[in-house]
């Protein structure tokens, strides 16, 4: 597997990433919030779902190796104007945002993702 470019959230998809720290502070997630103004979104899910706008992402931290199902921490009911998101924390990082059943502003979001990953 080759390494793409790993693309700034909050600078190639401002309003997504707004929305993401929105939400995650309403359910009083200081922690995941605070890491969204740093994530880098590293690659986005290779299924060819028109209803799938799912990314993996990173906070600069190696948390993956040896994790756990314990460490891995689901945060449901995220990004609700742009479909259903989930958002997937290893050991406190955020790692993946699971985003499926699209509304018309996630499938925006969707090809706008598909221009980052093509
Ligand atoms: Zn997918």
């Known amino acids: 597997m080759t390494q793409g470019i790993w693309y700034p959230l909050a600078e190639n998809l401002p309003d997504l990433a707004a929305s993401l720290r929105a939400d ?5 997630r ?3 919030a605070g890491q969204v103004g740093r994530l880098l979104v590293t ?5 060819i779902s028109d209803d799938c706008a799912t990314f993996q992402t ?3 931290y190696d948390v993956t190796q040896w994790a756990t199902e314990e460490d891995v921490e689901s945060v449901y009911n995220c990004l609700s104007a742009y479909g259903d998101g989930v958002v997937f924390a290893v050991r406190g990082q955020i790692q993946r945002v699971e ?3 699209l509304t ?7 090809d706008e ?3 980052l990953f093509p």
């Open 24 to 28: 995650l502070l309403a359910q009083a």
């Open 30 to 32: 200081v922690d995941l």
């Open 43 to 47: 690659d986005r899910c290779a299924c």
């Open 58 to 60: 990173s906070t600069g």
């Open 99 to 101: 985003l499926l059943a």
């Open 104 to 110: 018309a502003q996630g499938k925006k979001f969707r």
């Open 113 to 115: 993702l598909h221009g």
